[in-house]
């Protein structure tokens, strides 16, 4: 009975502090500033951006191509693509395009091993590409709903079946995944977005939570939670005054100094935070009504 006790003791030390030193890391991850933080070198690594034809994929690009990577960048606007390779060209940087439909799983799966005959492994990978409708439910026709989950959903299941081997075999490499808060708190009028936004945070958060099982920290995560971005794919929504619109280079500046600083999360305003603790111990009721109609305002 004692030596039970005593594990058990033990048991709660143990984790106590690894709470305690949880939460002292966390703090000094967000309060000091960023240019302190390590930060790794992706000179001459191999970055496969998906959505890489315009908004944030494009601007990720470019900073990437500035910091010294290899670029492979994936989207089915193939002109808009090869734009974006010109503009990265310029820098110097080694580029490579692929026109692929992120919702066509053959499709991925021809591309990425194409990718690896040219370039090996990939070192990053970066699940950009999304749509979204911004209806209200019973407004959402069925076949764009499974359009939606395709790109949204089934395209990070597949990139990480193409890309996750060559990081595990190596210990190596990062996964980057833009989601959104509508991920974290589901938004009124973007039912069919805030599903695919919630699966992808839970995917990488349970693909995350598995290469730890397995022994593999060398691998990265980061999931990235802005609030609306101004870009093309929101323009048709009504979105409140109130609500946080993000500059497009905001928002790629930070994705890639998360990447760098091998950042889990990253939620964009800073304010957003709150968020991520509020939902846990505020009452249901409380918490609903501080984000009701936040978000999208019915049309």
């Given at each position: 009975?004692?030596?039970?006790?005593?594990?058990?003791?033990?048991?709660?030390?143990?984790?106590?502090?690894?709470?305690?030193?949880?939460?002292?890391?966390?703090?000094?991850?967000?309060?000091?500033?960023?240019?302190?933080?390590?930060?790794?070198?992706?000179?001459?690594?191999?970055?496969?951006?998906?959505?890489?034809?315009?908004?944030?994929?494009?601007?990720?690009?470019?900073?990437?191509?500035?910091?010294?990577?290899?670029?492979?960048?994936?989207?089915?606007?193939?002109?808009?693509?090869?734009?974006?390779?010109?503009?990265?060209?310029?820098?110097?940087?080694?580029?490579?395009?692929?026109?692929?439909?992120?919702?066509?799983?053959?499709?991925?799966?021809?591309?990425?091993?194409?990718?690896?005959?040219?370039?090996?492994?990939?070192?990053?990978?970066?699940?950009?590409?999304g749509i979204l409708y911004g209806k209200l439910f019973l407004d959402t026709a069925d076949d764009a709903m499974s359009k939606l989950?395709?790109?949204?959903?089934?395209?990070?299941?597949?990139?990480?079946?193409?890309?996750?081997?060559?990081?595990?075999?190596?210990?190596?490499?990062?996964?980057?995944?833009?989601?959104?808060?509508?991920?974290?708190?589901?938004?009124?009028?973007?039912?069919?977005?805030?599903?695919?936004?919630?699966?992808?945070?839970?995917?990488?958060?349970?693909?995350?939570?598995?290469?730890?099982?397995?022994?593999?920290?060398?691998?990265?995560?980061?999931?990235?939670c802005p609030t609306f971005v101004q870009t093309q794919m929101i323009k048709s929504?009504?979105?409140?005054?109130?609500?946080?619109?993000?500059?497009?280079?905001?928002?790629?500046?930070?994705?890639?100094?998360?990447?760098?600083?091998?950042?889990?999360?990253?939620?964009?305003?800073?304010?957003?935070?709150?968020?991520?603790?509020?939902?846990?111990?505020?009452?249901?009721?409380?918490?609903?009504?501080?984000?009701?109609?936040?978000?999208?305002?019915?049309?």
């Amino acid at each position: 009975m004692s030596s039970e006790v005593g594990g058990s003791v033990g048991f709660f030390f143990q984790t106590l502090w690894f709470v305690l030193y949880s939460i002292v890391v966390a703090v000094a991850r967000n309060v000091l500033p960023v240019n302190l933080l390590p930060k790794k070198d992706v000179s001459g690594r191999v970055v496969l951006i998906t959505g890489a034809g315009n908004g944030i994929g494009r601007l990720l690009a470019q900073r990437f191509a500035v910091l010294g990577a290899k670029l492979v960048l994936w989207d089915v606007n193939e002109k808009g693509n090869k734009e974006t390779a010109d503009m990265c060209k310029s820098t110097g940087a080694e580029v490579a395009t692929w026109t692929v439909d992120i919702s066509d799983r053959e499709a991925i799966y021809v591309a990425a091993k194409e990718v690896k005959e040219k370039f090996g492994d990939i070192d990053v990978l970066v699940n950009n590409a999304g749509i979204l409708y911004g209806k209200l439910f019973l407004d959402t026709a069925d076949d764009a709903m499974s359009k939606l989950i395709d790109i949204n959903v089934k395209g990070h299941f597949w990139t990480l079946k193409s890309f996750l081997p060559g990081m595990i075999q190596r210990n190596e490499g990062h996964v980057v995944s833009l989601c959104s808060l509508a991920g974290f708190v589901g938004a009124a009028g973007l039912v069919d977005y805030s599903t695919s936004k919630f699966a992808a945070i839970g995917l990488m958060e349970a693909i995350s939570n598995e290469l730890a099982v397995i022994g593999k920290t060398g691998i990265k995560t980061t999931i990235v939670c802005p609030t609306f971005v101004q870009t093309q794919m929101i323009k048709s929504l009504n979105l409140p005054q109130r609500l946080d619109k993000l500059h497009p280079d905001y928002v790629a500046d930070k994705v890639v100094e998360a990447t760098l600083t091998n950042q889990r999360w990253l939620m964009m305003p800073k304010k957003m935070y709150w968020l991520y603790y509020a939902k846990g111990f505020l009452p249901t009721n409380v918490f609903n009504s501080i984000v009701l109609h936040k978000f999208v305002e019915p049309q």
